[in-house]
């Protein structure tokens, strides 16, 4: 972080603010980065390894999800510097996207009774036909 | 315009840490979010509103999937390509994902080397990340002409199964799609002004009286990641389910 500032072209300015301003932004070494990098390409290819050997069932969803959310944590935590911020930014920012769960839960079930509802009265004639098929008897 | 520099650091020493920091930061007077440009803390709150929105799509995707009665078009077969007479699962999706993460990666190099004040290296890897969206957008350009034109996709049907695919397909990937395509134009943007050294002398911005810092490579950083963060989501739950 220091050296940064000794070679920076803007040494020759009278104000002092930006020299000290930057040490605000995010300095770390690079090979935590390629480190970060190589481990989303093979989370990638784990994913992608899931669907090429046909992984099926409670599973593969397992597994998607897992490598899902470890990939978009490393993209947050280290591409996105969270891990370095102070937290009352990471909180205000990582908190309000989990109210989408609850959207999901309200999607789903809504999803389940419109598929039901379909079922009932959409379905094949040979569904419909079942419950009245006793008074003719 | 000056103002901007003092606020942040005045107090750097004395910040608390843990629950009493985050009390203590936001009950704090002028800003809730310390040791941050302003430009950075509003690009995340405009992350969490587009997040959101994806959000969105992915749940009404959901919610359309599961309430469907008919077979959905299975992703593996549709997005399969013939490469050397093999049928690949995939694989167009797969190498655009690798293709995205490598250009997250140019990205935080990019970044790391705007901050060191490294303007030849920041310029190539912003250089490097545009010409990775690019090719990303022009992957999608084939992949959605191929669905259109080859498999007779449309958003209100296609010959595969559930009617919704189409519509969800395009709405989500095209949707990204934009996402990307506007990061490609900003990455550029950017690179130029670094390339001329306007960031190095402080210029200020077309629209803005600010002057210009390293900073807004990061913030463009932010952005891009979050292009590739979303892509992410819609890899798994599109493309793999």
């Known amino acids: 972080m220091a050296h940064a500032e000794g070679h920076a072209p803007t040494a020759g300015h009278s104000h002092a603010a930006p020299d000290k301003k930057h040490e605000v932004g995010q300095q770390h070494p690079l090979g935590i980065y390629f480190k970060i990098w190589g481990l989303l390409f093979v989370l990638s290819a ?18 998607i999800l897992v490598f899902m959310m470890l990939k978009a944590g490393l993209i947050v935590a280290v591409f996105m510097h969270m891990v370095w911020e102070r937290l009352a930014m990471v909180y205000a920012i990582l908190v309000p996207p989990l109210l989408l769960l609850v959207f999901v839960a309200i999607g789903a079930f809504e999803a389940d009774y419109t598929f039901l509802t379909r079922g009932t009265f959409f379905g094949p004639p040979a569904q419909q036909a079942a419950p009245a098929a006793p008074k003719h008897k | 315009m000056t103002q901007t520099a003092l606020a942040s650091t005045a107090h750097a020493a004395e910040l608390k840490e843990g629950l009493p920091g985050i009390v203590a930061d936001w009950s704090s007077d002028q800003r809730a979010f310390k040791n941050v440009p302003w430009g950075k803390a509003m690009m995340w709150i405009f992350l969490l509103s587009d997040t959101f929105i994806f959000g969105s799509f992915l ?19 549709v997005f399969a390509l013939v490469i050397a007479g093999q049928s690949i699962p995939l694989i167009l999706i797969a ?61 209100w049907g296609n010959p595969m199964g559930a009617a919704q695919f189409g519509a969800a397909f395009f ?5 990204h799609g934009t996402h990307v395509s506007i990061g490609v134009i900003f990455l550029i943007i950017v690179a130029i002004k670094v390339g001329r050294g306007d960031l190095d002398h402080q210029r200020p911005g077309f629209m803005t009286g600010r002057r210009g810092t390293y900073e807004i490579v990061e913030t463009m950083g932010l952005y891009w990641h979050f292009v590739d963060l979303v892509w992410v989501f819609i890899f798994a739950v599109f493309y793999l389910w």
């Not at chain 1, 992984?55 to 397992?62: A, D, E, I, K, M």
């Not at chain 2, 709405?171 to 949707?175: D, S």
């Open chain 1, 46 to 63: 784990a994913s992608y390894a899931v669907d090429y050997f046909h992984v099926q069932g409670y599973l593969r969803w397992g597994l």
């Open chain 2, 59 to 77: 749940i009404s995707y959901m919610t359309v999937r599961m309430s469907t009665q008919a077979p959905w078009p299975n992703p593996s077969e």
């Open chain 2, 95 to 155: 190498i655009m994902t690798f293709v995205l993460i490598s250009s997250s990666g140019t990205m935080v190099l990019a970044v790391n080397y705007g901050y060191r004040k490294d303007r030849k290296m920041t310029v190539i890897f912003l250089i490097l990340t545009a010409i990775l969206g690019a090719t990303f957008v022009g992957m999608q350009a084939f992949e959605w002409s191929k669905l259109i034109l080859e498999e007779g996709v449309r958003p």
């Open chain 2, 171 to 175: 709405m989500i990937t095209g949707f």
